[in-house]
Structure formats: structure tokens, C-alpha cells
């Protein structure tokens, strides 16, 4: 997932055809006999959608109906299936993980059923696939990068090990110099419709503030369409640092530093205009917290090396106490998609052919494959847990599900709940009042990332600058250029003239309102359920003409598709201590009390570790299974 700016190098049974008897001694019926397996048609491939993609159209109606009008699709009187091992609700990383781990710690021999309520597994961690002109470009869905593999746990380690990922490769798949090869740096993209005028300039906070550097990076700042005033005080805070706290010590300047959000120690202490702090107020929205430096700590930004910092600089503390800061360079051409492919080849291996993680990258993925009758492990897509709960014996439970609008139950001797956790409270009766309340503290960080495939970057690689921020907007906040990365077979572009894709990122919030990070989430979900294809395309297609139309680009020309992927429901929520509680933590807080094993079912998902990284995604796994398999 994208937690650092790209440019910023250093820094997830039926046999034979026999009907089997149902729980009340009946035949199964023919729309039942449907269910057991998806049959999908040869064609059908998901990643080669383009269009709106992430919570497409069908995936959300469902659970809708349920948590927001309250229906009930009742619970068919006939089991569908035979009795599972494990059902798993919930087909992202930690889900997969889940079975993963359920069959090799138990020996294998499980019979398992996943259920996810999208078109596609992988949860976040979708796979893009954009045709130019005949050739296939890659991009990911959601789920952008394996951040940090050496700090992983153990169990983590493993897990990417027993499924042939190893991240030392990257280093060799993953050109780091491409970009500075091609002269390239990154900018800031200042929009004509919020200031008085477009223009795409280098970013000096990207630049060492020394004396060497002093001249440039004043002559870049002079070159911004804002105040003379506003650029005083950028360059201010970037050659003048001061501690506002000389008479603190270093306990009292970090609770001081963690009162103030980052906007309002710039504007209290430095004076600088808003005006100013508007150019970099969005910067952490995407891959970070889903809010701007208003609704964050000037201590948390001490971390992030803000301007007008530098004075705090020793108290920083690593993010997660992580020391190691490995370079943000393991990276699937399709992002995490190609964990999730690697978990779902250990689970079906004849879904996906090869056996390497070069070749997961040019394999398909045979979608025909993934819920057959004589596999013990089994992917159902497009189908919606509404239903979870213990059978009246307490030794199985009870899963129903929807699925093209057809209600379903299969039975379970174990259910792991991988999917969002706050819809819980909702589908799982099973759950106490308390736990409930704890599952509906946080809210997922809404987000958009979008590929966009072009039939070259020649007009891009003319502006010398591969990637952008756009201040104030209010739709596309940032764009760069693909990650450069090679492996099995798959090459990235080579020169200017060849495709590649462009991504962007948007994160709906409300900024400046005084709302906690939890009710901006919550009000830009909502937004971005509002929000259709084209409203997202037409301001992005005026940006790009904006930015490199001068050079050359022709957007009807140029662009030759573009898959925008909505997730209204995003990232799992981690601790804003600006707005929480600072004993929430990862290892404390109303997570942990939500994610408490209710019986025979266990909670995963990066939700019940506060924490959206792949490794919380495992890691959460690792901890339902060691629950389930303790009964």
C-alpha cells in the first residue's frame, strides 16, 4: 500500500455430482446445487476490467441493505454445502492468509470455503490489467507495496517465504535510478482552478535546505503562483528552524508538539499564512492517515521531517519503533495483487499456474478453477456474508451468505471473519453488546488510486518531473509514474516512447471543519458513494491537459484506458493520537477488545490490528488461526 511518497526511495463439500442432505434431511434444490459451485465462464476475468473498479457495482449493495436499512434476508431452512472445515468470509490477504495457514498448520486435508462479496479476491490488493494497442500494461488495484519485510514478525516472514515471495529480488526488479537516469525529480502541480494560475514546478521541499541549495530553492518557491508574503515564510521555515520551546524538556516539547496539529504550529509559530500551508496541508492523505497535517500532530510531523521541524528533529521516534527503514522498493508490477496471487496458487495451484513469484507476474489466473467440488480449498466471489452464528449445539456455525441475489447457508466447524470488521455487529448476532461497541470505534480511510495507460510519457519526461502533488484539490491529489519494475517476463517501459502507467490518488475528506480524523472518514465515504465514473474522470483529464498539454500531450490521443478504483471502504483506521487516546495503540485499544474470539469464530482483516499493512493483515490472520485451532 502506498505509505511514503513514491519519489522518497528510503523511505494482503459436493462430490460427483451427488445432492447431498441438507441440515433438515431435505434434498438440496437446484438453485442450491448452482451455489456449490460458482461456475464461472471461461472468460471470466476481472482484471481486465476497466472503468470503475475497487467496490465495483454489486459488490456493497448487499451488506448495505443490511447495515444501513436494516434487512433481513432470512436463513434458507437447507444447507447448501456439506459441512466445511473452515469457511473464511472475507477473500483479501488476511482471509487468504487465513486459509493458508489453517491447511499447513493442520497438515493440509482441510476442506475450506472463502466467501468475498467483490468479483475478484484479493480485497484490496486487485490487479489492473490495461490493454495498448495489444500490449498489456500492469497496475494494482489498492494494495500498492510490501512495506518493511524486515520488520516483519516471524510468522510474517514465513508466511511470504512458505509462499516463494522473496523480497531481496526486488532489489534486482526494481530499477531505483530509473526516474533520476531520465533527469527526473518530483513537483507540485498548483491548479488554475484554485490558484490564479496552472503550473507545474519542481517541489524544493524535496530538496536538502542547505546553503549550497539556498538560491534554488528560493528561486523555486519565488516561481509559486501564491503571495509574496506566503513565500517568505516557506522559505523561512525551511532555513530558519527554531525551537519554539526552548524552556521545555523533551517529555514537555513532545506533549506540546502532539497538542498542536501540524497546520496550526506553522500558522501560531512561524506565521505562516494559510495560503502556504494549503501547499503541503494534503501531502499525508493517501497511504497515511486519510487526512491532512490539519487534523494531524506537528509531533507526528517532526517524523516525516516537515518543514519547520528540524529543531525537534532528535525526538523523533521510528514509525512502529521500526529501525530499519528499508527502501519502498518491493513491489509487484500488479502491487499486492501478487501476494494474493502467490497465497491463492497454495491454495488451488492449478488455478494459477508456475511455481515462482517471477512467474505469478504474466500467469492468469484460471477463474473456472477456483470454486470446484473435488478442491479442497474453494473461492466463492460475489457472494455476501449476511448471516453468522452458532449452530444451537455450539460445535458449528452457520454462514449465510448472498449471492446474485439468492440466499445461501453453509455450514462450518470453524469461521474466520476476514472482512470489514465494523460489519460485525450487524451479520454476526453471536457478538456481545460490548464487543459491538468496540467494533464500531473506527471507520475505514476512504480512497481512490487510478491507472492510467498511456501510449507513451514523451510530454511527461519533457517537464522533468515524474511525479506531483495538487494542493487544494478537491478530487486528484497527487500523480506519478508506475514504479519501475521488472521481473518474469514482464518489462517496464524503456524509454519515453514506450506505454506505461500513470497513476493518481484521491482521498475525500473535509478539511479545516475541526472534524477528527474519524468523522472526516466517515463524511468522505459517504461523498465518494456519490461519486460516478465520469465525475472522476473529467477533472482528472483537465489536470492532465493542464500539466502536459504545453508539452505535447494529446489526452484523446495519449490516454489508452483507465481503471479507477473506488474503495469507499479503504484502508483499516490506525490511532490519530491528535484525536485518540495516546494508550491506543497497536497492541491496545478498542481493536483488541472488537477482535475478541467469540466461540468458533475468530476475527482477522488489517482492522483488528489498527494496522494497513500486509503484515497486519498476516498477522491478524496468524492470530484467528492459532484461536481456532486451539478449540
Known amino acids: 500500500m502506498t505509505k511514503k511518497p513514491f519519489g522518497n526511495i528510503n523511505r494482503r463439500d459436493f462430490l460427483g455430482g451427488a445432492a447431498l442432505t441438507g441440515a433438515a434431511g431435505a434434498l438440496i434444490s437446484p438453485m442450491e446445487l448452482f451455489a456449490q459451485t460458482a461456475n464461472y465462464p471461461r472468460d471470466y476475468y476481472p482484471p481486465s476490467k476497466t472503468g470503475l473498479r475497487g467496490s465495483h457495482a454489486g459488490s456493497f449493495e448487499v451488506a448495505h441493505s443490511v447495515s444501513w436499512e436494516g434487512k433481513n434476508w432470512g436463513r434458507p431452512k437447507d444447507q447448501t454445502d456439506d459441512v466445511y472445515d473452515m469457511v473464511v468470509v472475507g477473500g483479501g490477504i488476511s482471509g487468504l492468509s487465513a486459509a493458508f495457514l489453517y491447511q499447513q498448520k493442520n497438515g493440509g486435508g482441510k476442506k475450506i470455503l472463502i466467501l468475498d462479496n467483490h468479483d475478484d479476491f484479493g480485497g484490496h490488493a486487485k490487479r489492473n490489467e490495461l490493454d495498448v494497442d495489444g500490449n498489456i500494461l500492469l497496475g494494482f488495484g489498492g494494495s500498492q507495496t510490501i512495506d518493511g519485510p524486515k520488520n516483519y514478525s516471524p510468522e510474517a516472514k514465513k508466511l511470504l517465504k512458505d509462499i516463494s515471495i522473496e523480497t531481496d529480488k526486488f532489489y534486482d526488479f526494481f530499477d531505483m535510478d530509473y526516474y533520476a537516469n531520465h533527469n527526473m525529480k518530483g513537483g507540485i502541480f498548483f491548479d488554475g482552478a484554485f490558484y490564479k494560475k496552472s503550473a507545474l514546478i519542481e517541489d524544493p521541499f524535496s530538496i536538502e535546505p542547505n546553503e549550497k541549495n539556498h538560491q534554488k530553492i528560493s528561486d523555486i518557491i519565488h516561481s509559486f503562483p501564491v503571495s509574496k508574503q506566503s513565500q517568505e515564510a516557506l522559505i523561512k521555515i525551511l532555513f530558519e528552524p527554531k525551537d519554539h520551546f526552548p524552556n521545555l524538556n523533551d517529555e514537555e516539547k513532545i506533549k506540546k508538539l502532539s497538542s498542536l496539529n501540524y497546520v496550526e504550529y506553522l500558522q501560531d509559530y512561524y506565521d505562516v499564512p494559510k495560503e502556504a500551508t494549503d501547499i503541503f496541508r494534503d501531502q499525508p492523505k493517501a497511504g497515511l492517515f486519510g487526512v491532512g497535517w490539519e487534523a494531524m500532530s506537528a509531533y507526528l510531523s517532526v517524523e516525516f521531517g516537515m518543514p519547520g521541524t528540524a529543531a525537534y528533529a532528535e525526538l523523533s521516534t521510528p514509525h512502529r519503533g521500526y529501525e530499519d527503514d528499508e527502501p519502498y522498493i518491493f513491489h509487484f508490477p500488479d502491487g499486492n495483487a501478487g501476494v494474493a496471487r502467490a497465497l491463492v496458487r497454495k491454495l488451488i495451484p492449478d488455478a494459477v499456474p508456475g511455481n515462482s513469484m517471477e512467474d505469478l507476474v504474466l500467469s492468469k489466473v484460471q477463474y473456472d478453477l477456483l470454486d470446484q467440488s473435488n478442491s479442497l480449498s474453494r473461492i466463492r466471489l460475489n457472494s455476501t456474508a449476511v448471516d453468522v452464528r452458532h449452530t444451537i449445539s455450539q460445535d458449528t456455525v452457520d454462514v449465510t451468505y448472498v449471492r446474485n441475489n ?112 474519524r468523522e472526516q472518514n466517515l463524511l468522505g465515504r459517504h461523498k465518494l458513494y456519490q461519486h460516478t465514473f465520469e465525475d472522476m474522470e473529467t477533472p482528472m483529464i483537465r489536470q492532465l491537459d493542464e500539466m502536459y498539454g504545453k508539452n505535447g500531450f494529446d489526452v484523446e490521443r495519449d490516454i489508452a484506458a483507465i481503471t479507477i478504483n473506488r474503495w469507499p471502504h479503504g484502508y483499516a483506521y490506525e490511532y490519530n493520537h491528535y484525536f485518540d487516546p495516546h494508550e491506543y495503540t497497536y497492541d491496545s485499544g478498542p481493536h483488541v477488545t472488537g477482535r475478541a474470539q467469540i466461540g468458533r469464530i475468530s476475527i482477522a482483516n488489517s482492522d483488528a490490528s489498527a494496522y494497513a499493512y500486509v503484515d497486519g493483515a498476516i498477522d491478524a490472520a496468524v492470530r484467528a488461526v492459532d484461536e481456532q485451532i486451539k478449540i
Open 406 to 517: 439468492q440466499t445461501y447457508r453453509v455450514r462450518s466447524k470453524h469461521v474466520i471473519m476476514a472482512c470489514y470488521n465494523s460489519i460485525l455487529p450487524f451479520i454476526c448476532p453471536d457478538i456481545p453488546e460490548s464487543q459491538k461497541e468496540a467494533l464500531g470505534y473506527a471507520t475505514k480511510v476512504p480512497l481512490v488510486f487510478s491507472n492510467i495507460a498511456l501510449r507513451n510519457w514523451r510530454a511527461i519526461a519533457d517537464t522533468g518531473i515524474n511525479r506531483a502533488n495538487v494542493p487544494l484539490s478537491d478530487m486528484h491529489q497527487g500523480y506519478y509514474l508506475d514504479f519501475p519494475v521488472s521481473m518474469g517476463g514482464y518489462d517496464f517501459s524503456k524509454t519515453p516512447d514506450d506505454p506505461i502507467v500513470l497513476c493518481s490518488y484521491y482521498v475525500p475528506s473535509e478539511p479545516d471543519q475541526g472534524l477528527t480524523a
